[in-house]
């Protein structure tokens, strides 16, 4: 519809700068504005409606079977939405510089400017919106983030193969992935890639926080599904295209996607080995595994080691005052 949107705009602005090169010619250009901001916010409550039903994943659904066309429907529509928004705000520019060559008076040129601004911000707000509604909406078809922090940790006897969630990540992530390369601009999809790629591995390192208790088994097995679920991240920029995961040593994935996976990941990884530890000298440990790690950070992970609350804010309190001695 943007093409069909702006063909009339062009056929307009011809028929009317044959006519006049003044006021009625930038008044014109004021109902396209106008017009057209219009248009961006009718894609953004589309989107908005796409991205709230991807999201809710545990809400009004939750007794109820995923529809996977559904989903993929709405997925794909984020997708268009952003490519639209993305060629939206390309194509105003142009239009704002024939609009302003055609206007015969420089007072009547100077004020086009501040409409085409306007119109393409509104554009790459959308644009914005929209990739963030669809990296948030994966995020939640995964279900990774909730099913993490509800499992009970503590009660694991046994280490096995990855859990049942990290296989319901890999199904949603390949799923999601396929819809969005094939409806994608090349850019927007690596760009895609990347943010999903961090928000999971932020949602995971979160989730892994908010669990109840975590024992020796179940930190073992925490690191045998952050090692899968970074291995599925790494492979995201491959999905739909039949390329294997050791293909990607060879470039087939960026270095930047590479190293981003690397860095988050890393500290879920890090996260896991902490709590593998023994409780006895666990700052330290927790020191030296994730330097950057925040003495409330520490706090949990005591807790989720077994140790009394009070114990724990004692621990981090401890953290606090030795960052302080180093000036950090």
Known sequence: SAGAVFLNIKKTFKRCSGL???????????????????????????????????????????????DGARVADELTKLCLIANT????????????????????????????GRDVEATEEAFASLAAAASASLVAGV????????????????????????????????????????????????????????????????ATDGAVLKSRRVGDFGAQQLLLDVQSVKK????????????????????????????????????????????MSPLEGIRDTFTALLPEGSPADLAAVCELKGMKKQDAAHAAQTLRAVRAAQGR
């Open 85 to 112: 928004a993305e060629w939206c705000q390309e194509t105003v520019g142009p239009l704002g510089e024939s609009m302003r060559r055609a206007l015969a008076a420089d007072h009547l040129r100077s004020r086009v």
């Open 139 to 202: 995020e939640a078809q995964t279900d990774l983030a909730p099913s993490i922090a509800a499992t009970r940790w503590d009660l694991l006897q046994t280490v096995g193969d990855q859990s049942a969630h990290v296989d319901a990540c890999a199904s949603a992530l390949a799923s999601a992935a396929v819809v969005a390369r094939r409806a994608l601009r090349k850019n927007t999809f690596a760009f895609f890639c990347e943010k999903l790629a961090a928000a999971l591995a932020a």
């Open 20 to 66: 006049t090169k003044g006021k009625p010619l930038l008044a014109l250009h004021g109902a396209f504005s106008r017009v057209l901001r219009a248009y961006a916010a009718a894609l953004s409550r589309n989107a908005e409606d796409a991205g709230a039903y991807l999201r809710d994943v545990r809400g009004s659904r939750r007794n109820a079977p995923r």
């Open 232 to 275: 599925l991240l790494l492979e995201l920029p491959l999905a739909g295209d039949g390329t294997a995961f050791a293909e990607t040593a060879a470039g087939r994935v960026s270095r930047t996607h590479q190293r981003l996976v690397e860095r988050e990941t890393g500290k879920c990884e890090a996260l896991c080995k902490v709590l």
